[in-house]
């Protein structure tokens, strides 16, 4: 297997797909390369696009405060998105783009081999769960995705539209602590390789 800083560089020059045309450049992920604990939210915005950083905007800004909530910090964890590649005016993904992007997300989760993944909104959640769940009716719940615990929760940019003092927002405080606490019980169960065997799921 190669390693991360390997795909980040070829990642850097794709052009699987038409958004390669209209950025500036390719948003691989940052953080740490061992995370145990993975975010990955929907695609780059303005901001991200700019400085080549995934969640460096406001919703950036919501999703560090939650993280420091549950004591941890950014360098501590690997975030990053289902599409490397800003789409124009911040439009939804396409299922084309999603499709052609998808190999990026599907190495960096076997490289980095986190126990836990948190997906960010519909469109993360969707992709991971294989099926078009709702995020509020599947928030703060633990899924089982390829031997590692997947929690799904509202995307930061959905808490900001809503205002911080909506009851999402102490929902996704909620579920933040569901992923502290799911992670503290990985971490004294090891190494189980089985994680349905301890009741997570
Ligand atoms: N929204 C996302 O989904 N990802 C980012 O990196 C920034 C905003």
Known sequence: MRTLDEAAREASGC???KL???????????GNGNADL???????GFHEDRQGLPFVGAAGGLLTGLL?????TRDQVFICNVLKCRPPG???????????????LWEQIDLINPKVICSLGNFSTRLLLGKPAGISRVRGQRFKFRGRCLIPTFHPAAI???????????????????IAKTLEELAVSEPDPDAEQLGLF
Do not use: K
């Open 15 to 17: 052009t699987r797909c």
């Open 20 to 30: 390669a045309q209209g950025r500036t450049q390719v948003v691989y992920g940052s």
């Open 38 to 44: 993975m975010f990955i939210g929907e695609a780059p």
């Open 68 to 72: 420091e909530g549950i004591g941890l």
């Open 90 to 104: 911040n439009r939804d993904p396409q299922p084309d783009e999603i499709e052609a992007c998808e190999p990026w």
């Open 160 to 178: 900001l539209h809503g205002g911080r003092t909506s009851p999402a927002m102490g929902q996704m405080e909620d579920d933040f602590r569901l």
